[in-house]
């Protein structure tokens, strides 16, 4: 069985500065890492994900992340964030051979403060 | 209408109501989930069809009842709810079953049982 652990529940930071949003998992097989944000009001969109090659992801709205094997972690990045950048995020993990189901963390709520 | 959308946005039912969840998807996609996401809690995957068909059952109790008449429809049919039920009801579709391309969800149904 595959978990995700997203440690910080709300991450408060201000306008352009950088940010950074902590996702570690536990798999015992081959994984696939994703990120995904959800305005208010809104249902889940898929920010990027990694599936295998390059271990540095870039994705929408300037994010990336690095997938970190030896860390089992999958950490998004922002270098200067904008007050719309303003949501929740959540990282998700898919395994391989019968595991093939999503699981998602518990989100981590990201505010800008102008 | 463009992507997934779910109907109503929003339901306040009794515990003796019976009430429908209603989603449609405009993208083509095979596969079609109910999500439920609660409070501090990580995103439950309830049910998935492929094709028109269950193919998972996550554990949820009878009262939850799925419906797939087609690819592009998916309903969720609730009696006697409980209030622990309360919570946003997302509903998410992918181009095949677990697919490693992205799940594009619906902006959810927020219910709340009294």
């Known amino acids: 069985a595959q978990s995700v652990t997203q440690l910080d529940s709300q991450v408060p930071v201000f306008e352009e500065a950088p940010v950074e949003l902590r996702c570690n998992y536990s798999s015992s097989v081959s994984v696939y890492l994703f990120w995904y944000v959800q305005y208010p009001n809104q249902g889940l969109q898929l920010l990027l994900k990694y599936l295998s090659g390059s271990t540095l992801v870039k994705g929408i709205n300037g994010f990336e992340a690095e997938f970190n094997k030896s860390q089992t972690s999958f950490h998004l990045r922002k270098p200067s964030v904008h007050i719309s950048d303003t949501a929740e995020y959540f990282c998700a993990v898919r395994g391989d051979f019968g595991n093939e189901k999503l699981t998602f963390g518990t989100g981590t709520r990201l505010t800008i403060i102008p | 209408e463009t992507g997934v959308t779910q109907t109503p946005r929003h339901l306040v039912m009794g515990m003796t109501n019976k009430k429908s969840l209603k989603c449609e998807q405009h993208?083509?996609?095979?596969?079609m989930y109910w999500y439920k996401q609660s409070a501090k809690k990580p995103l439950e995957l309830m049910f998935v069809y492929n094709f028109k068909e269950q193919t998972e059952n996550n554990s949820v109790p009878s009262r939850f009842s799925p419906e797939c008449p087609n690819s592009s429809h998916l309903f969720l049919h609730l009696h006697t709810l409980q209030p622990e039920d309360s919570a946003l009801y997302l509903c998410a579709s992918s181009q095949g079953e677990y697919s490693y391309n992205e799940q594009f969800f619906g902006p959810g149904t927020r219910l709340t049982v009294l």
């Open positions: 993208l083509g996609h095979n596969a």
